[in-house]
């Protein structure tokens, strides 16, 4: 689904409604321009008109007329009983039949002369005729300067509209980014209500009161969660510790009695398994809520780190002669939380350790890269399937057929210790046929 900003949203709707409004009120402007431009050009038609017949000719301002008729491009003629009085300078003689057309038709009207539009105006007084003529090209000419200045004030008014908008809005919606950084800054350790005072608009408010409701709810489940692995940290391991005890005196006893010997032993693998289980289950439980900010971290020697892992996993790797190599770059030092990476290798190596032959061989690489640091564990162990590397790292899952004890959870633990840390941890098949175990930690 692709998502949508608000916030640009609000300003092109914003944006858009005043542009449709603006270009109605310029519609609106352009009819009124229009009739007024019409209006006014007809009165100075009717003025110049009313100056040649109502005036005696001797006493007409021919400069007057003149000065009107180059301004406005306004052309007239006056006649008497058929006879030219005056004209103006620029007047065709062609209008003198369109004169004579149009004698008994006073008034304003449109003819088409010299592929143009002209608007006349004819007027009688007794015998004298007068004959206006004018370009509607010069009326056309006015509108344009008109709404070419209408129209620029309308881009102005958008520009500072849309500023203002901009702005606005932009101001408005830091309400929403601080909204934002408080719900960020929720954590397992701080569930405390998000205060109403911090945002004023009220459509928020039901929105924060059901996400307070929801991170009280969560509040309590976590304390339910706490309250759960403490109480089955006692109550468990206890009562498996006392079984195993018990298993171990009773192997004591009946030593000489192989058959109830065997299935004794049996059972201790059953309970040590079942305590393995639980431990890391515990384990998960508390990696899960934890907040990778607020985890503790130390620079440490990443070879003096595996090897202190491989000493604790020595008797598992004399007992079954496995020769392990290694190669590390020099002084790579890494800014991790100790214990759980301790723990991550550990569960790596003992997972190689279990699945690989007799006298097989794991080879430990550490690479230091520009932006991360590698580990990479390779075993020659047996055949590893697709199936078994797309399924690693699912919590209890156990490839088939094997016959070595296990919880299923080591990889789980292992993929939940690197996502903490902001790393990578991967899987693939060797050469050899056994599983490469890639772990990427950033520098």
Request: a negative charge; aromatic letters at 8%.
């Amino acid at each position: 689904m692709r998502t949508v900003s608000l916030q640009k949203k609000l300003v092109k709707s914003s944006i858009w409604g005043s542009i449709f409004a603006g270009l109605i009120a310029f519609i609106l402007l352009l009819g009124i321009s229009i009739y007024q431009t019409m209006s006014v050009q007809d009165e100075l038609m009717d003025e110049i008109s009313d100056m040649l017949l109502i005036a005696d000719i001797s006493s007409v301002s021919g400069s007057q007329l003149d000065e009107l008729s180059e301004e406005f491009e306004i052309q007239y003629q006056l006649n008497y009983n058929n006879q030219i009085l005056t004209h103006s300078e620029d007047f065709q003689s062609i209008f003198i039949t369109l004169i004579e057309n149009n004698k008994n038709k006073e008034g304003y009207s449109f003819i088409w002369h010299d592929n143009q539009l002209w608007r006349t105006y004819i007027q009688t007084n007794d015998e004298m005729l007068s004959f206006i003529v004018q370009p509607i090209k010069y009326r056309v000419k006015d509108l344009m300067n008109t709404f070419a200045i209408y129209f620029g004030i309308l881009l102005l008014l958008w520009a500072i509209q849309w500023l203002f908008i901009h702005f606005t809005v932009k101001h408005q919606f830091k309400r929403f980014n601080l909204l934002a950084k408080q719900i960020a800054e929720k954590s397992a350790d701080d569930l405390a209500p998000i205060q109403h005072q911090a945002v004023e608009f009220q459509e928020l408010q039901p929105m924060i009161h059901q996400l307070n409701e929801l991170l009280a709810r969560l509040e309590h489940s976590l304390e339910a969660e706490q309250r759960f692995t403490a109480d089955a940290s006692h109550e468990l391991r206890s009562p498996l510790s006392a079984i195993q005890m018990r298993l171990q005196l009773l192997t004591r006893k009946y030593a000489s009695n192989e058959i109830l010997n065997k299935d004794l032993k049996q059972i201790q693998q059953d309970v040590s398994r079942g305590t393995l289980v639980l431990e890391n289950l515990l384990l998960l439980a508390r990696l899960d809520p934890r907040k990778t900010n607020d985890l503790p971290k130390s620079k440490i020697d990443l070879e003096a780190l595996i090897q202190d892992v491989i000493s604790a996993l020595k008797p598992f790797v004399d007992e079954k002669q496995i020769n392990i190599k290694m190669s590390v770059a020099q002084d790579v030092c890494i800014h991790v939380n100790k214990e759980l990476i301790f723990t991550c290798i550990r569960n790596i190596l003992d997972n190689a350790i279990r699945y690989i032959s007799m006298n097989g061989e794991i080879y430990i690489q550490v690479l230091k890269q520009s932006h991360q640091t590698e580990i990479v564990i390779t075993d020659n162990g047996n055949n590893v399937t697709d199936e078994t590397i797309a399924r690693l790292g699912e919590r209890f899952y156990r490839a088939l057929g094997t016959k070595t004890t296990g919880s299923g959870l080591g990889i789980s633990i292992c993929q939940k210790i690197i996502e903490l840390h902001h790393g990578q941890l991967s899987f693939s098949k060797s050469e050899q046929g056994g599983l490469i175990v890639k772990i990427s930690l950033p520098n």
